[in-house]
């Protein structure tokens, strides 16, 4: 792997990414943000990992609310 360093997703995992945006804005934040299901029903880490795993839509809409809040 070539080094990133103007990558800021670079070497973060989904689930530091996730649970980041949970410190800064709790799971209702979360869900008023991005609509998915997965932040609104009984939501966890991991429910929310695996569907954005297997949903290429969602999880780009994460990554850039995470880019957001970094420069916020």
């Not at 997965?38 to 695996?50: A, D, G, M, T, Y």
Request: include cysteine.
């Amino acid at each position: 792997m070539e080094p990133q360093p103007n990558n800021p997703l670079h070497g973060k995992t989904l689930q530091a990414i996730l649970e980041h945006l949970l410190e800064r804005y709790e799971w209702e934040g979360l869900a008023d943000r991005i609509h998915i299901n997965c932040f609104r029903n009984e939501p966890s880490i991991q429910s929310s990992l695996k569907f954005l795993r297997k949903t290429p839509w969602a999880r780009e809409q994460v990554e850039a609310l995470y880019l957001h809040s970094l420069r916020s």
